[in-house]
């Protein structure tokens, strides 16, 4: 089978890599590299395709090598997250299978504030929220319960968030939300914080869906690891992960816990229009009551990240996973 695996052109993994010669904790391609690296373990016939800013790259290639499958790793367009459901789209109109979430999914799970309004519709409980555009920053503040996170609207991977966004006053909020707009020049998100315990539930599949085991964040150096929560420091900073225990593993649940967790993961995917693979994330808080926090269609699937280390336990191996997923994306039509 003929497999292009579509990337962008500044991840494009090298040839002739010497795995032990490196830290791969800061290889920005690590993902790129295991997926290509097991695709070709399995015998596919594997290009790589890097892409910025120019989709006549992706139509030249799918004319000239007509590939029967897009293995689509491509996160940004032009700079900007929000564009890689418009990717998608025109994979759609070209005709050519590809893995992961479909545009709707893409653009539900992308918008915080859209998928929980759509989530609430559906009574599945989220933290209480209000929206800061950028062209109306001082907009008047609905939310009267402190402390609040402010994030970015539309950005993935715990972009902007440290422990400065959660805000225990107006003044605070004020000041972050301005910080978001500087910075990242994206509308901000101001959410209720809910302390607690945060947990991970993988999600498979277009009409019948799978969960994988309920994964957990855990922060055992803190002492109050219920106001902890997955910034960018504790996801890529060494000697922040260790300060703090951080680590990430199969959740310590009961099996009632664990099977009301997946049945509510399976409730938003649907709910958000998904398809292909995602990760709910979810905080339980100390009575117990689950939040969906947020959907992550087309989460990192590295061979030793937290989905594919889930999927593990589900029974399945690297080699295995990925071949779900491809399998997934062949059976998907978009009409």
Known sequence: MKVTLLVHEDLIPPDNVVEKDLDWASVPWATEYD????????????????????????????????????FNLLEEFKGEAIFDQNVVSYLELLGVP???????????????????????YHKIKTPKFQVFPRNNSRRKTLLKTFPLIVKCLNEEASLGLSQASVVHNEEKLRERVNYI????KTD?????????????????????LETMPVW????????????????????????????????????????EQSLAMRKLAKRAYRALGLNGYARMDMRVDEAGQMYLLE??????ISEFDDFSESAKKAGYTYKSLLQKIIRLGRQWSPV
């Open 98 to 120: 590809y893995t992961g979430s479909n545009p709707k999914g893409l653009i539900i799970g992308r918008d915080k504030a859209l998928s929980k309004k759509i989530l609430s």
């Open 295 to 300: 959907a992550n269609p087309n989460p990192d």
């Open 181 to 184: 707009h500087a910075k990242f």
């Open 35 to 70: 997926v290509k690296k097991c695709l070709d373990s399995l015998s596919y016939d594997v290009k790589v395709l890097g892409v910025s800013d120019n989709l006549k790259v992706i139509r030249s290639h799918i004319e000239e090598w007509k590939p029967q499958v897009i």
């Open 216 to 255: 957990e964040l855990k922060f055992e150096g803190s002492d109050h690891p219920e106001n902890e929560f997955y910034s960018s420091a504790a996801k890529f900073n060494v000697d922040y992960r260790g300060r703090k225990g951080i680590s990430t593993g199969l959740a310590d649940i009961s099996e």
């Open 188 to 208: 901000a998100i101001a959410e209720e914080f809910i302390a607690g315990r945060e947990y991970f539930v993988g999600v498979m599949g277009n009409y019948r």
